[in-house]
């Protein structure tokens, strides 16, 4: 079992930064690949990028490339989304994901947290 939590959502003005945090319990939780995706209001939920357990590759959305970045720290069982250049379309509650393998399509993750909303404004 891995239970995750995000935190560092918030409002932001367009061309600002912000990180995200996701922190992970469960013995095994270094062992899984990380993701985020994101669900903006009447769309569906949307693969942003993802990390595989040890941090050595990553992957990414076309439409987040060179703005954000992921990284993971095993030691302290966190995963971080540092966005930048960040534009209104990127308003949308952003969800932390842990599963066996990295895929994009959201309904293959198997653990989620309760996420957070990150609002971009124009």
């Known amino acids: 079992q891995v239970q995750l939590v995000e935190s560092g959502g918030g409002l932001v003005p367009a061309g600002g930064s912000l990180r995200l945090s996701c922190a992970a319990s469960?013995?095994?939780?270094?062992?899984?690949?990380m993701g985020w995706f994101r669900q903006a209001p009447g769309k569906e939920r949307e693969f942003v990028t993802a990390?595989?357990?040890?941090?050595?590759?990553?992957y990414y959305a076309d439409s987040v490339k060179g703005r954000f970045t992921i990284s993971r720290d095993n030691a302290k069982k966190t995963v971080y989304l540092q966005m930048n250049s960040l534009k209104p379309e990127d308003t949308a509650v952003y969800y932390c994901?842990?599963?066996?393998?990295?895929?994009?399509?959201?309904?293959?993750?198997?653990?989620w947290g309760q996420g957070t909303q990150v609002t971009v404004s124009s």
């Open positions: 994901a842990a599963n066996i393998r990295i895929e994009t399509d959201w309904g293959q993750w198997g653990y």
């Open positions: 990390v595989s357990w040890s941090g050595g590759n990553t």
């Open positions: 469960g013995r095994t939780a270094y062992s899984y690949a």
